[in-house]
């Protein structure tokens, strides 16, 4: 034990990392390859979730990159840096999902923005099927949903950032509304069914 790395790749990395840190994208793919299993190992095991384990590990591969200036290299390694940043983000990700949940429950009924997209979702909510149905929108409307619903954009300043009209916002919450009271209309094993096939 006591080594981050197999005997080759201790011999292997050092270059490699040097390379990736001059901007050679095929160096940082070569690095991102020897590490990539062992990072998504530690993300599922605190995050206990698949699609959780993939976001983080894709976070601290982002990080990896985006601060490779600084990353602090352990024998000759950047494994050390790398779980420590797949903690942290596991971390980070549990308290979104908790703040997501909190949102969620809070939205009042009635409101006539992108908080209505949830009106039909009540204090039961089957947060895991939210989850698998926010997955199955195609990603403007996914984000516009965010943007609106859980943090608290106007439809108008939502729309801006899209780079869509404000008309067509709220013709897209409204479709998504209607798809989301359907969806929790159902019996439980209807909408779960639903759900899947997406």
Known sequence: MGTFADEPAEQEEPAEWARACSGDSSAFAAVYD???????????????????????????FFELWRRRAAVRVVGGSVLPWLLVVTSNAARNQARSVRRHR????????????????????????????????????????????????????????AAEALGISAGAARVRLHRLR???????????????????AQ
């Open 34 to 60: 020897r590490h990539r299993e062992r990072v998504f190992r530690a993300a599922l095991r605190v995050s206990g979730d698949r699609h959780d384990a993939e976001d983080i590990t894709a976070a601290a």
């Open 102 to 157: 909190r949102l969620i429950d809070a939205i009042p009924r009635g409101v006539d923005d992108g908080a209505a997209a949830f009106e039909a979702v009540d204090d039961a909510v089957d947060h895991a099927g939210l989850a698998r149905e926010l997955r199955a929108m195609p990603d403007r409307d996914r984000a516009l949903l965010v943007l609106t619903a859980i943090e608290g954009y106007s439809t108008v300043a």
């Open 178 to 196: 209607g798809r989301l009271r359907e969806v929790y209309a159902r019996p439980p094993a209807v909408a779960d069914e639903l759900g899947g």
